[in-house]
Nanobody, 125 residues
Framework: QVQLVESGGGLVQAGGSLRLSCQAS????????MGWFRQAPGKEREFVAA????????FYADSVKGRFTISRDNAKNTVYLQMNSLKPEDTAVYYC??????????????????WGQGTQVTVSS
């Protein structure tokens, strides 16, 4: 089991950048594919990005492709989401979660996984 704590959110103007961190504790972090998800006010949670256990494969939602970069540092038990060229529509609470394989990460979006508190990202116009 992996426990995850998100951080790094904040208030930023459109066009700005933020770097989110997801710090993990628990057994065998490097064996998990990881993902970032977000939920905007009044909307369902949506998938943002995924990364394989090795970091060698990534996948992004079309809405963030070319602007966001997911990465991980297994030595630090941390996964990151570098968010550039932020838009007001990126405003949401951002969550991370873990799955056994990168192909299963997106399915976490509306699945039975537990979710932490997330970190709030607010992008002003």
């Amino acid at each position: 089991q992996v426990q995850l704590v998100e951080s790094g959110g904040g208030l930023v103007q459109a066009g700005g950048s933020l770097r989110l961190s997801c710090q993990a504790s628990g057994r065998t972090f490097s064996s998990y594919a990881m993902g970032w998800f977000r939920q905007a006010p009044g909307k369902e949670r949506e998938f943002v990005a995924a990364i394989s256990w090795s970091g060698g494969a990534t996948f992004y939602a079309d809405s963030v492709k070319g602007r966001f970069t997911i990465s991980r540092d297994n030595a630090k038990n941390t996964v990151y989401l570098q968010m550039n060229s932020l838009k007001p529509e990126d405003t949401a609470v951002y969550y991370c979660n873990a799955e056994s394989h990168i192909t299963a990460v997106q399915a976490l979006t509306n699945g039975p996984a537990s979710w932490g508190q997330g970190t709030q990202v607010t992008v002003s116009s």
